[in-house]
């Protein structure tokens, strides 16, 4: 980015470890969200669990990629 002001990079640095998610999760109300506003008539009848697919994510889990 370089950026170099101190203020800003505190910002960016605290919305990074506050906000962003440490274990990227599907997230179902997002899904349920996006399914909401979709113009295809096949979305408002679809089950957010059929986009969902953590198995990645746990695998990762389980190998103790995070902490």
């Given at each position: 980015?370089?950026?170099?002001?101190?203020?800003?990079?505190?910002?960016?640095?605290?919305?990074?470890?506050e906000?962003?998610?440490?274990?990227?999760?599907?997230?179902r109300?997002g899904?349920v969200e996006?399914?909401?506003q979709?113009?295809?008539?096949?979305a408002?009848?679809?089950a957010?669990?059929?986009?969902m697919?953590?198995?990645?994510?746990?695998?990762?889990?389980q190998?103790?990629q995070?902490?």
């Amino acid at each position: 980015m370089r950026e170099d002001d101190p203020e800003i990079l505190e910002t960016i640095y605290k919305y990074g470890t506050e906000y962003i998610a440490k274990i990227p999760e599907p997230n179902r109300d997002g899904i349920v969200e996006v399914l909401r506003q979709s113009s295809d008539p096949r979305a408002k009848t679809a089950a957010p669990e059929s986009f969902m697919d953590d198995s990645l994510v746990r695998e990762l889990v389980q190998r103790g990629q995070y902490r």
